[in-house]
């Protein structure tokens, strides 16, 4: 029954393709969407329990045995982030049929969705580097289909930029693969892993790991971020909530599995650099995040300062910063696709995007006020909401490591986080309310449902920590000792 871990990617690629024939009925194409996404996260929550019990699992396609074939290789880890990104665009999709127009869901809206989640699923799941690249591409390509949904003159100007930046990021991703493939001789991640302990991590490899890092970084936003804040700011609010939610995260579970499994023999070089970028990182976000007065940009450089903090847990490296950093990595995919509806869902109220011009809003709509008040304190860390356990673990790997000045950076940085959010909360919810009775918008139920569902899942992942303890505790035990994963990859029964 191994056959099952493709179905987190093929179902959302199958159901793309069908939905590309039905661009002309709405209704239809969103009821097999929903049902699209409740099969891939059950296929999920199947793999994950199976794993617990099996172990790593692994499919070989077209019958080829490691290393020779294309493989999926499903750990808790990368299953995880599967199970979350699909309950996310789940939840998300359901914030799109009540905000996106009708003619822009006849214009593959939701096929684009589906191709892009099948990327992201495929990215997790991958066995073979050359393979992370392809998914990658798959998922690239339908974000630039959905950055310009809509066509309006700001969404042009930044996917120049996203669509460029993305470009060459990619090839430098072949240059870096066609290097390593010349050096090690495979592409299979665990046979990489054994290969480069065999022949060892010398200057040619420890280069290679380099560009790999620009790569990923770019991707993920690790200091080379300028392109993020626009590119994130620009598209209709469901779909910037799944390029916060989702694209980084792929970036960073690239950094991890690549600087966990195969980069990992020179830690003086590349996690002494990630430190030095994810620093850099979180300074820059937080001046960013105090900087403006468009809430949207607002947001956009947290998703930034977080992808520096979650990256502490890679460069420490300790079972307890691996596990806070698979736990964050959860938090953040939620908490930040709430974030960026809820500020979506106040411009759509007001008509307005600067928080000077916002006021007295938990007046007319008190369920947003308190959801963006809960969402601010679960992304800052304030106990017992969801980032809490995160950070607390997290620093007790710094602290483990004797990584004082990752700590303190990285918890100052909390700090603007909070307050950034905060400024928000005070200058636009509080106050005198600029919306007079006539002049109220009613808030949609399709708007107002998923921003509730994403925030008790904020509240049931801060109070319900152990619910997902065995699966965060397997997923660290696979990044601290990647004998683990090389055993069931190499060796391990299909």
Known sequence: MNNFLVMPMVAPLVTGIILIFLRSN?????????????????????????????????????????????????DSFATLLVLTSTVVTGIVLLYSFASTARAEEKMFYYPFIFFLLAGVNGSFLTGDIFNLFVCFEVMLLSS??????????????????????????????????????????????????????????????????????????????????????????????AVAALFGALLTKVGIYAMFRVFTLIFYHEPGVTHTLIAIMAILTMVGGSIGALAFQDIRQIVSYNVIISVGFILIGLVVSTDSAFQGAVYYLIHDMISKALLFLLAGTMIYLTGKSKIAEMSGLIRNYPLIGWLFFITMLAIAGIPPLSGFIGKVLIGQGAIEAKAYVLLGVGFISSIFVLYSLLRIFLNSFWGETIISEDEERPLKRGMAIPVLLLGILTVVLGFGPELLAPYVSDAANTLANPDVYIEAVMNGKD
């Open 26 to 74: 709405v209704l239809l194409q969103r009821i097999l969407a929903m049902i699209s996404i409740v099969l891939t996260a059950g296929a999920g929550v199947y793999i994950l329990n199976r794993i617990q019990l099996d172990g790593i699992l692994r499919l070989d396609f077209g019958g080829w045995m490691p290393p020779y074939g294309i493989l999926f290789v499903a």
């Open 144 to 237: 630039y289909a959905l950055i310009t949904l809509g066509g309006r003159k700001v969404q042009l100007v930044e996917s120049i930029k996203y669509i460029s930046i993305n470009v060459l990021s990619s090839w430098f991703f072949l240059l870096a693969i066609a290097y390593l493939y010349g050096t090690v001789g495979t592409l299979n991640m665990a046979h990489l892993s054994v290969r480069v302990a065999e022949v060892g991590q010398g200057p040619l490899l420890t280069v290679i790991s380099l560009i790999f890092l620009i790569v990923f970084s770019l991707k993920a936003g690790l200091l080379l971020y300028f392109w993020l804040p626009g590119s994130y700011s620009a598209p209709p609010t």
